[in-house]
């Protein structure tokens, strides 16, 4: 049990909240078509400031580099997955190889 509560701390589910902030924020600046859609523009910045917020308060309990680094692979994740499901992007074979090491190394980072 100890170890799920390591995973599932309040400060990681904030750096997960943060990071879904993050992926909102980018999917927004990807349809506010270079900010020609000034509300998708002004709702992504909002996020992105939130996103900066929750992480803020996560860095009183983790550790700058933990955090940062759960946040970074957390809105790569998400980013990337969204841009391919949501947007129709194109993402190479080897990007789902670069995904799965991304969460290998997020587990790592917790244990």
Request: with cysteine.
């Amino acid at each position: 049990m100890e170890f799920l509560s390591n995973i599932f701390s309040f400060s990681v589910i904030l750096v997960l909240g943060s990071a879904i902030l993050d992926i909102i924020a980018n999917i927004l600046l990807a349809k506010s078509n270079g900010f020609k859609n000034k509300i998708l523009g002004i709702i992504a910045l909002l996020c992105v400031a939130i996103a900066f917020w929750f992480l803020s308060i996560a860095v009183k309990e983790l550790d700058l580099s933990v955090a940062y680094a759960l946040w970074g692979c957390f809105g790569i994740l998400g980013t990337s997955l969204s841009g391919w499901i949501l947007l129709g992007q194109r993402m190479h074979k080897t990007a789902f190889l670069g995904i799965a090491l991304l969460m290998c190394g997020i587990v790592l980072l917790r244990i």
